[in-house]
């Protein structure tokens, strides 16, 4: 089966454009999730769908990004405007719905690199 | 709120000794555990994962953990290394099936022949 993907790989932005970024994840998961990891910094979470729903929005930074999942099938993330400080590796991943006595564990794409100039 | 803390930032070490790469995570309600590593220029791959029963998880590529529930660690080991598992490997919890991973700040691992 294919993987979570996830495009661009890369993005080099000036500071105050809008980038938008894409995920694919493997067909019939329903959870999806969003990380970002900042240079030098653990990666943290930013957001987690169900289907199309929202589930989880905490991790968010601010209203300069908005995450959209269409269908239920993949999903942006837009960041507009940029800001210097959102340079960093975008991360998504997708699981399976389960029981409750089973964690299927996530699936991550390979990210996408920002960086804000 | 829970936290992981991967103790060393950066191990190095010499092809084929064994290696250990700590984790400790602090939560009040149980957790799901998870290794996960990143080889260079690609995304982050599924090493292993404890959700319940044996405390000793079996991984891909030799790799185990072992759950300590009384230290709330999760350590990672392999008993030989090679100089391919050179990447930076990374411990998380999630509270539930489907929930959010926090992950620990990742630890570089430098096998050097």
């Known amino acids: 089966e294919a993987g979570v993907t996830q495009f661009p790989s890369h993005s080099v932005i000036e500071k105050g454009q809008t980038v938008t970024l894409r995920c694919d994840p493997i067909s019939g998961h329903d959870n999806l999730y969003w990380y970002r990891r900042v240079m030098g910094k653990e990666i943290k979470f930013l957001l987690h769908f169900v289907k199309e729903s929202k589930q989880d929005e905490s991790g968010m930074p601010n209203n300069r990004f908005l995450a959209e999942r269409t269908g239920g099938t993949y999903s942006t993330l837009k960041v507009q405007p940029a800001e210097l400080e959102d340079s960093g590796v975008y991360f998504c991943a997708s699981s399976q719905a389960g029981g409750a006595r089973y964690h299927y564990g996530y699936t991550f794409g390979s990210g996408t690199r920002l960086t804000v100039v | 709120a829970q936290s992981v803390t991967q103790l060393d930032s950066q191990v190095p070490v010499f092809e084929e000794a064994p290696v250990e790469l700590r984790c400790n995570y602090s939560s009040s309600v149980s957790v799901y555990l998870f290794w996960y590593v990143q080889y260079p220029n690609q995304g982050l791959q599924l090493l292993l994962k404890?959700?319940?029963?044996?405390?000793l998880v079996k991984g891909i590529n030799g790799f185990e953990a072992e759950f300590n529930k009384s230290q709330t660690s999760f350590h990672l080991r392999k008993p030989s290394v090679h100089i391919s598992d050179t990447a930076e490997y990374f411990c998380a919890v999630s509270l539930n099936q489907g929930g959010k991973l926090i992950f620990g700040q990742g630890t570089e691992l430098s096998v050097k022949p």
């Open positions: 404890y959700l319940s029963g044996s405390t």
